[in-house]
């Protein structure tokens, strides 16, 4: 029973922190036709569905977690960060694919 609450206390907690979390997108930066702006904003700690509207952050976050956006729980934390995602990920998002990320990341503002 004790897991069972654990489970839903964190479904739950999932559910509130995506519905905190702002995902206006890259489209006003990108209606002014500022691209290296948006790309420039793609970090760890934006929400994973702001990285997800970009396609090279999209590409980025398949190519280093390419089972994330097929998880069945995408909704649930699509308005959260990469980082609050690893800590809650219970070891499945590493501290390695974090860095990875990163790097891939900022390597778009370089193009």
């Known amino acids: 029973m004790g897991?069972?609450?654990?489970?839903?206390g964190l479904g739950a907690l999932c559910v509130a922190?995506?519905?905190c979390a702002s995902h206006g997108g890259p489209t006003a930066l990108a209606s002014r036709?500022?691209?290296?702006?948006v790309a420039?904003?793609?970090?760890?700690?934006?929400?994973?569905?702001?990285?997800?509207?970009?396609p090279r952050g999209r590409a980025?976050?398949?190519?280093?977690?390419?089972?994330?956006r097929k998880?069945?729980?995408y909704l649930l934390?699509?308005?959260?960060?990469?980082r609050q995602l690893a800590s809650m990920s219970g070891g499945k998002i590493t501290d390695a694919n974090l860095e990875s990320v990163r790097l891939d990341l900022a390597a778009l503002t370089t193009k």
Request: aromatic share 4%; net charge negative; with cysteine.
């Open 17 to 19: 922190l995506a519905g």
């Open 40 to 54: 420039a904003e793609l970090t760890l700690d934006t929400p994973i569905g702001q990285i997800c509207d970009d």
């Open 77 to 82: 934390f699509e308005g959260m960060s990469l």
């Open 60 to 68: 980025v976050l398949d190519r280093n977690l390419p089972n994330l």
């Open 3 to 8: 897991r069972i609450r654990q489970f839903l």
């Open 71 to 73: 998880n069945r729980n």
């Open 33 to 37: 036709g500022d691209a290296e702006a």
